[in-house]
């Protein structure tokens, strides 16, 4: 799932409870990441998830809670992190995880059901 030694030590923190897109508040969304790309270092496979509703973005670390909705973006924030998400109408969709060091992961996949 996720190669990179650095990148799996954020994870154990949470660092990739993020991304996600903006959901009905009836139903989730379920948004796959297949590339993920640390930093400016060679990208790789991902197969990360998440669960988007209304209010959150469940991972298997835990939920983090959307703060913001700006021209079709999320912002959702916790764990000492930062979370940009964006979704195009043909489910595409990006998020990039900003956190102190400055260091940033970006992710590359898709989202399918509600939005």
Do not use: K, N
């Amino acid at each position: 799932m996720i190669g990179h030694p650095w990148h799996r030590g954020l994870l154990a923190v949470g660092a990739a409870g993020l991304l996600a897109s903006i959901a009905s508040p009836a139903s989730a969304q379920i948004c796959t990441f297949q590339t993920e790309c640390l930093e400016d270092e060679t990208c790789m496979d991902s197969t990360f998830s998440v669960d988007v509703s209304e209010e959150a973005i469940a991972t298997e670390f835990g939920d983090l809670d959307i703060v913001a909705r700006v021209d079709g973006r999320l912002v959702a924030e916790g764990q000492g992190m930062t979370i940009l998400f964006t979704r195009a109408e043909d489910g595409a969709a990006r998020a990039s995880i900003h956190m102190a060091g400055p260091a940033v992961i970006t992710y590359f996949g898709t989202c399918e059901g509600a939005e």
